[in-house]
């Protein structure tokens, strides 16, 4: 049972990163490969505050204000971008933070990783195993949930949708779209922030691998595998993927067989479905 519920800790977790993914390429149709970096800069930051004494829900704060930050920041001279030229912009974000997290050894522990970061606590009660943690993983998820929901039906929301559709015809019309897209680039971050932040307490150890391209590339597959601009694509797609890994375990596979016959898994997954269901298991295409 205790295997199940870290099955779905982590499945919700990245279901939190996959709505900050779809946020941002989903809805506003900006291509970005640099979530796992925002997701990075929550968990080294919640790692940080939690190992100065802060508390739980202080520290997650913290985290997600700083991964938010982070996103505007390094979001904001490529967001007059569009297309391949934003791609290659936030794939350059990616490599710089995997160097960061790499190199930056006074707070980030270097490739050795941070180890023993504190266990969540509220109100005196610790989340230690896999189903005490479970509640606090499904409550976030919840609230990520309904605020994705709400934003999406809100009249911001429908401004996003349409500089997705036509970013001139909206800034014709008197929009501030650089606005807009600096709004979403904060939202967004805090949603990846929470994100690290919730897999930094849970599994109390982060190393830049954690966080280099290959994940940002997984949590892209999770969103189109799941369906974009759909909240239960965002949702679909993680336990989906999160489960291939579960099932190897299952088969005679050495361990320097399983991570390659895992991404050749991905792989066909996703040729699959771009070829004959685009717009994901939940619905719409991007």
């Not at 979530?35 to 202080?58: D, E, H, K």
Request: some cysteine; aromatic content about 10%; hydrophobic content about 60%.
């Amino acid at each position: 049972m205790n295997f199940l519920f870290s099955f779905i800790v982590l499945a919700e977790i990245f279901a939190i990163v996959a709505i900050s993914t779809n946020l941002l390429m989903g809805v506003v149709g900006i291509f970005s490969v640099a979530q796992a970096a925002i997701m990075g800069c929550g968990a080294y930051a919640y790692a940080v505050l939690a190992a100065a004494g802060v508390p739980f829900v202080p520290a997650m704060g913290g985290a997600m204000m700083i991964a938010a930050s982070v996103n505007m920041l390094t979001a904001l001279p490529s967001l007059r971008l569009a297309g391949d030229y934003f791609v290659i912009t936030s794939f350059g974000t990616q490599l710089v933070a995997t160097a960061v997290f790499i190199n930056w050894v006074v707070f980030t522990g270097g490739a050795a990783g941070l180890p023993g970061i504190p266990v969540a606590e509220i109100f005196g009660i610790s989340f230690v195993t896999a189903g005490e943690f479970l509640w606090i993983s499904s409550v976030a998820l919840g609230l990520v949930a309904l605020s994705f929901w709400s934003l999406l039906r809100s009249p911001y929301g429908k401004l996003l949708h349409a500089i997705r559709l036509d970013e001139i015809a909206v800034a014709a019309s008197g929009r501030k779209v650089l606005r807009a897209k600096i709004g979403v680039s904060l939202v967004s971050g805090a949603y990846a922030g929470c994100g690290g932040a919730l897999y930094a307490a849970y599994i109390s150890f982060i190393d830049p691998v954690s966080f280099d391209i290959h994940v940002s590339v997984l949590v892209i597959t999770m969103v189109v595998i799941g369906g974009a601009r759909t909240l239960a694509g965002s949702i679909l797609g993680p336990f989906l993927l999160l489960a291939i890994p579960q099932v190897l375990t299952l088969l005679e596979l050495s361990s320097t067989q399983v991570g390659p016959v895992r991404q050749l898994i991905y792989g066909l997954i996703l040729i699959v479905c771009v070829v004959w269901r685009p717009q994901g298991l939940a619905g719409r295409s991007l």
